[in-house]
Every structure is written in C-alpha cells, then in structure tokens.
C-alpha cells in the first residue's frame, strides 16, 4: 500500500498532541460499547459516537474519507471492516466490530474493538475475539524489542497460533496527521522486514481474524469487507507510540500498561 514512502517518526511534543486524539477516540469507542444491545441500530449507535467526537471538539476522519458517508465503520458477524451503519438492528449473539477515529488540532487517532451482543452464540464466537485481542497486544508489544516493523506480523501469527485465519489484503499503518501513512503493518510474517522501529515511529496495529478462511470480497457498495467462506470475523486495533522511554498505546485510557506488563513491557507515566 505504502511503497517506499518515507517514514515520519514524532517529537515528544507531537505524541502527546496525539494522545488528545487518541483519549476522545477511546472516549468515543467506550460509549458505543456500553450502547450495545439487541435491537439497537447500528445508526444508533454511529450517532453516539459522533455526539462524543463533537463534544470532545474533534472531528470524524472517517466521515467524508473518500466519499465513506458515516463517523464509524460498525462490521456484523461475517463483515470483516468497513461496515456501514444503518437502520440493521443488532440481535443477541451477533459478533460487532466498531472501528473509529478523530482528529483533534490536526493529529488522528484509529482503533477498533470486536464485541459479542449479549450471550454468545458459541464458543467459539468468544475464542474469536479473544484470541484476536491477545494477538493485538502481541502484535504491539513486538515494538518495544526496537526491531523492524515486520516482527509486529511475526507476533501476531505466533499469537494466533493457526486458530483462526489471519484476513489477507488489509493491515495496520502509520498515523500522525493523517490517517493512513508509511509503513504497512502486516498482521503475518513475511520476508521483508521493514523499517526501523525506534523512538517517534507512531502506528495503528490492527489484525482481523476469522473462525473460517482469509479471503475476503468487496461488496456492491464498494466498502463493505465481508469474508468469502460466510464465517465470522473480528477486528481489534489500537495507536501506539514508541518511546525512548517505552511504548504509549495514545488510545487506552492506561497507555496501555495494564496490558502490556504481561508482557514486560514499560509504560511511561503521563
């Protein structure tokens, strides 16, 4: 996606610019989660987190990003991302990812979180999201060794483990003053490493996970990832700065240390 586009790594100062961003996305994010039940539309729900955006002087850097026409992208069972919210009503069992963001005096945050409504439908609906949670955090903590941003997909594919499918075409991606920037961020191992990860290097990492294949297609609507095989997917994201210091995830409320000291990994005191 990205090429050989140079790769901008961040002041002190202009992470903690981006940490405003990153607090109203998590702001937004948490009031659509504690929205979710069944019978709600996903319309519903998209208004709610455009209340908290506005409210928290923000804008949407979803809403109008090539012509996409809501605040968030709300993605339902076997709609990987990208899903546009409607009038569909959610039911007990369905499995939502809600991926969003903002921009706040310039910089953007990103991130994403899969949830079940109500009780879960099986098993393995729960394993799903779980598994490709922990492979987020997986994919993150990878950052803090200062290797290459190629070992963030090696983390990730170890923590998945070969149960679930890791959802080909779609990856992470750099963040700063805009919403998508060099480098890619892979969710899978590959022989091209990447470049460096060292202090200022800001990314969006995000795997998408399914219970079945990872093939994907596009529906009519020309945004809508739904997985080709019919089975159910989840999508977790979060923006993440690395540190001199250590590594600040700017869209959890924690910086991301509750998380992240699992894995040894220091979190910077704000």
């Known amino acids: ?25 998590y702001a937004a994010l948490e009031s659509v989660r504690g929205a979710l039940r069944p019978g709600i539309t996903l319309d519903e729900l998209d208004a709610i987190g455009a209340e908290v955006i506005r409210a928290g002087g923000g804008t949407s850097n979803f809403l109008g990003y090539h012509g996409y026409p809501k605040t968030l992208c709300i993605s339902v069972n076997e709609v990987v991302v990208h899903g546009i919210p409607g009038d569909t009503e959610l039911a007990e069992g369905d499995v939502v990812s809600v991926d969003g963001g903002c921009v706040v005096d310039g910089w953007h945050g990103d991130s994403a979180f899969t949830a079940i409504v109500g009780e879960p439908k099986d098993a393995g609906d729960v394993d799903l999201v779980e598994i490709t949670r922990q492979a987020m955090w997986a994919g993150i903590a990878a950052l803090d060794a200062r290797g290459r941003v190629g070992d963030v997909g090696a983390a990730v594919e170890d923590a998945v483990d070969g149960r679930l499918g890791i959802v ?10 805009a919403m998508h920037m060099a480098p ?33 297609d596009v529906l009519a609507d020309e945004w809508t990832v739904v997985t080709s095989d019919g089975t159910r997917a989840a999508h977790w994201e979060h923006t993440v700065a690395v540190l001199e210091e250590g590594l600040w995830v700017l ?15 220091r979190v910077p005191e704000e």
Do not use: W
Not at 251 to 258: E, K, L, Q
């Open 1 to 25: 996606m990205f090429g050989r586009e140079r790769v901008e790594y961040k002041t002190p100062d202009q992470v903690l610019a981006m940490r405003k961003a990153g607090l109203l996305t």
């Open 168 to 177: 080909d075409g779609y990856t992470g991606h750099g963040i700063g003053r």
């Open 184 to 216: 890619e961020v892979l969710n899978y191992r590959v022989r091209e490493k990447g470049p460096k990860v060292k202090p200022g290097l800001v990314l969006a990492i995000e795997p998408m996970c399914t219970r079945g294949g990872v093939e994907t």
């Open 251 to 265: 869209t959890a409320p924690d910086g991301g240390a509750s998380e992240l000291a699992a894995f040894g990994v």
